[in-house]
């Protein structure tokens, strides 16, 4: 008798990952010395104790000696609670009764900027980086499920912000791919289910509950109002859009990475003629990374920000320079648009 279909699941799930892993890893794109011996891979899973991270965490354990991959874990103290380095420790404890190895609690100071969701965000993913560059992990395995997929899709349509934003999270992400989401597919109810039949002790993070997170609210308040209104289907729908959105949006990227060289002159500057002949879709992405190659931070560049500087090609009247975060200025001069720093 075979494992619990959630258990199953789960497994097939990492099991896919891991295969992709090891098939980077033995790329002709990396060079190999005659006769070098490749060594086992390494892969972390980035463990909060919570059962989608467990679920992994376990399934890693379980998969990855059979591929000849290492299985570690890392998991990450925001210090927000009383009491989190003792529960960073029992995740220690619990990673190293599942075999993983190396293992590491990391403490991290949370800051302010962006909000405290997105503060945290970060933080976390700083110390990420930093243990798998410690350890030469070849991959970071994270828990997102189905259901985060689909928070994400609505809280980026909430910002209107454009496709990218619609586009949610993609299963591999992060320098060189280090990020890898085998579970994008399946549903957090999946992962739970696997905890359960598999006696895995789980932690149930009271800031999923805070009604002061907006990521909260949304789980537990506007999605399933949501599923009320629009029955059931609803998660996986978001889920199939963040797909379709991140094709597109590749899609789009690529043709504007191609385009930007057809429209500078001689002397680099973006002609405005040839600019004003493109699908805006693509104009503004030429203008976003022109002004991210001139110094304008891309996580303090938005939308507004490209259209107005679009109008000075769209909507030319003779407007004066528009400032850019990063003292980046961009202006019109002569038929070319000039943005650098001021």
Known sequence: MGPHPAVAAIRLAVRRVLHDILTDQTSPAREHTPHERTPSPLVLVACSGGADSMALASALAFEAPKLGIRAGGVTVDHGLQPGSDVRAE??????????????????????REGGPEAAARDARYAALDASAARHGAAAVLLGHTRDDQAETVLLGLARGSGIRSLSGMAAVSGLGGRYRRPFLQLDRQTARKACMVQSLPVWDDPHNTDPSYTRSRLRHEGLPALEKALGKGVVEALARTAQLSRDDADALDAWAREAMAGVRDAAGLLECAKLYALPSAVRRRILRRAAIEAGAPAGSLFARHIEEVDRLITGWRGQGAINLPGKVVAQRQGGRLVIRQG
């Not at 995740?91 to 800051?111: K, M």
């Open 90 to 111: 029992e995740v220690v404890q619990r990673l190293r009764e599942l075999g993983l190895d190396p293992i590491e609690s990391v403490a991290v100071t949370v800051g």
